[in-house]
C-alpha cells in the first residue's frame, strides 16, 4: 500500500505559479512511476504528467507542456508539479498518482487531490 498526499494548492492570478506536492508512504517510493492528473468541475479526469522511478524520463499533456515540470525527490519521498503560466483552464482538482508503469494511463495509487483555482 502506498499512500499520497497532496499539498500546495490555492488560488492565483492568471499568469502566477504554484508548486504542488506529493508526499508518499508506505512501500518504496523508487518502485513506482508517479503522475498528475487533473478533474476540472463537470469534466472528465486528464491526464497532465507523468515522470518514471528514475526521473529520466517524462511526459506532458499538451494542454501544459513548456509551462508544467514534474519532478521527484527519491530521497525525501516527494514528487513535485511546478506550475507557471497559469491560466483559468488550469483549475481543477489536481491529484497525484503512482504506478507500476510509467505512462499516461492506469495508476494504482491515488491522492485525495488539491484544488487549484486560477482567477482571470
Known amino acids: 500500500q502506498v499512500l499520497l498526499v497532496e499539498s500546495g494548492g490555492g488560488l492565483v492570478q492568471a499568469g502566477g505559479s504554484l508548486r504542488l506536492s506529493c508526499a508518499a508512504s508506505?512501500?518504496?517510493?523508487?518502485?513506482?512511476?508517479m503522475a498528475w492528473f487533473r478533474q476540472a468541475p463537470g469534466k472528465e479526469r486528464e491526464f497532465v504528467a507523468t515522470i518514471t522511478w528514475s526521473g529520466i524520463w517524462r511526459d506532458y499533456a499538451d494542454s501544459v507542456k513548456g509551462r508544467f515540470t514534474i519532478s521527484r525527490d527519491n530521497a525525501n519521498n516527494t514528487s513535485y508539479l511546478q506550475m507557471n503560466s497559469l491560466k483559468p483552464e488550469d483549475t481543477a482538482v489536481y491529484y497525484c498518482?503512482?504506478?507500476?508503469?510509467?505512462?499516461?494511463?492506469?495508476?494504482?495509487?491515488w491522492g485525495q487531490g488539491t484544488q487549484v483555482i486560477v482567477s482571470s
Open positions: 498518482a503512482a504506478g507500476p508503469q510509467y505512462g499516461r494511463g492506469w495508476y494504482e495509487y
Open positions: 508506505g512501500r518504496t517510493f523508487t518502485n513506482y512511476a
